[in-house]
């Protein structure tokens, strides 16, 4: 046997050792153990392992505690802050964990159907029309370079905030002859243009050849509250314009109490959708500050209760949710808000906010007779896993109406202005 064979098999040998090494549970056991934990207060965890495991915790006033035992590792969360864990096997350090302790913090689900008014930042373009003057039909907004979703917020430097705002500046310049100039809002960018409006040649009236739009408004279910600052999340996805499809840039608006009338129950290919009107009083509740991804946000004027669960309940970050039974909060008939069984059917642990992080699939027996599953409407719906808000429904599978997508709670928090990391990043400084 020459040298380069016996080269080979040594090779061979630690290869297929490395592998096993690498396949063994106990290195399985440390590999499965996160390089960085977060924690709520009396919270605990436990990890096995086929060997002894030792930590120590590199604080003089930690913020976990440490239990080791033959064959597992207990980690229980004592306060708020940060600290570093030094695992340990036969005395030989082999790995440091990150550990985040946050205070145990609490929100209000909701479940209730609001109505929602957003007034836009601006007017929406949402068309264009051909004004027919004496010379031809011509649309003096496609003609200034106007598309279909730019806002137009300023006309001639004046602020405009409202349909009415516009008639003016259209009648004024069509005596004067002088064009408008127009501030334009389009992707996140502002330019600006000039448009002169043309004369009807029937009516003689002037105008600009733009379908405009000022507000919005819809339903949708409420998430959470925080009782304290009353601060609120609902919806868990975007509005977005019906006509344009673009999401729709806020000025303000306001929610408000609904009933739900009607449901049109979802199938294969065609999605439910609840049907309700605004509550008789329209009384609102709420402001709206922002419509973002995950959801709308503002602060409530207004107590309300959905009479199933108006305590504050724990939360639960988007690595503490797991496969399996859980429940929604939703209406689907008048105001009563209803608690129904779902099964969560996958998670991803997501570091950094995106939507669409839970699957979930209608289980409860009462509301697939009633809806078919998920409808339109029930967007914001808070789902329960252990007694913690998880998150909320947001979209249903067209071809499979008793499944959906969710959105984690911590990034609807996030969105309301509510820091759950901010006791533990003081502690730590």
Do not use: C
Request: charge should be positive; aromatic fraction near 4%.
């Amino acid at each position: 046997m020459n040298a380069e064979t016996i080269r080979k098999i040594i090779g061979a040998f630690l290869l297929v050792s490395l592998i096993a090494i690498g396949l063994s549970k106990p290195i399985k056991d440390y590999i499965r153990i996160p390089k960085q934990l977060v924690m709520f207060e009396g919270e605990t965890l436990r990890f096995t392992s086929a060997l002894p495991v030792q930590a120590s915790v590199k604080s003089n006033r930690p913020s976990v505690e440490v239990a080791e035992r033959s064959q597992s590792l207990s980690i229980q969360a004592k306060e708020s802050g940060e600290d570093d864990m030094i695992l340990q096997m036969a005395g030989l350090p082999i790995k440091q964990v990150n550990v985040k302790v946050l205070s145990d913090y609490k929100v209000i689900p909701g479940g209730q159907s609001i109505g929602v008014k957003l007034n836009t930042l601006g007017v929406l373009v949402v068309g264009h029309h051909l004004v027919e003057t004496e010379q031809g039909k011509k649309s003096p907004g496609e003609i200034a370079g106007i598309q279909v979703g730019d806002m137009i917020t300023k006309i001639n430097g004046k602020k405009i905030e409202n349909m009415s705002d516009i008639s003016p500046f259209i009648q004024e310049s069509g005596k004067t002859g002088k064009p408008l100039n127009l501030e334009i809002s389009r992707d996140n960018r502002t330019f600006e243009t000039k448009l002169i409006p043309l004369k009807d040649k029937h009516d003689h009236a002037y105008r600009i050849g733009l379908y405009i739009r000022d507000s919005a408004a819809g339903i949708g279910t409420m998430t959470f509250y925080d009782p304290i600052s009353k601060k609120y999340g609902a919806l868990g996805h975007v509005i977005s314009d019906m006509d344009t499809k673009k999401p729709i840039v806020v000025q303000d608006g306001q929610i408000m109490k609904s009933m739900v009338t009607s449901i049109e129950k979802g199938s294969t290919g065609n999605p439910g959708e609840k049907l309700a009107r605004f509550s008789s009083d329209k009384e609102v509740i709420g402001n709206i500050t922002n419509n973002s991804p995950f959801g709308i946000f503002g602060t409530l004027s207004k107590p309300i209760q959905n009479g199933v669960l108006d305590k504050a309940i724990p939360i639960a970050l988007s690595h503490q949710v797991k496969e399996g039974k859980a429940k929604i909060l939703t209406v689907v008939e008048d105001d009563k808000v209803e608690e129904f069984d779902i099964e969560i059917v996958s998670s991803v642990p997501q570091k950094f906010p995106a939507t669409k992080g839970i699957v979930v699939k209608v289980t409860d027996p009462r509301l697939l007779k009633k809806t078919g599953g998920i409808v339109q409407g029930m967007s914001g719906s808070p789902i329960i896993q252990d007694g913690k808000l998880v998150g909320a429904v947001t979209h249903v599978f067209v071809n499979d109406p008793t499944s959906g997508y969710g959105v984690h709670i911590e990034w609807m928090l996030n969105e309301a202005g509510i820091d759950i990391y901010a006791n533990s990043a003081q502690k730590a400084s």
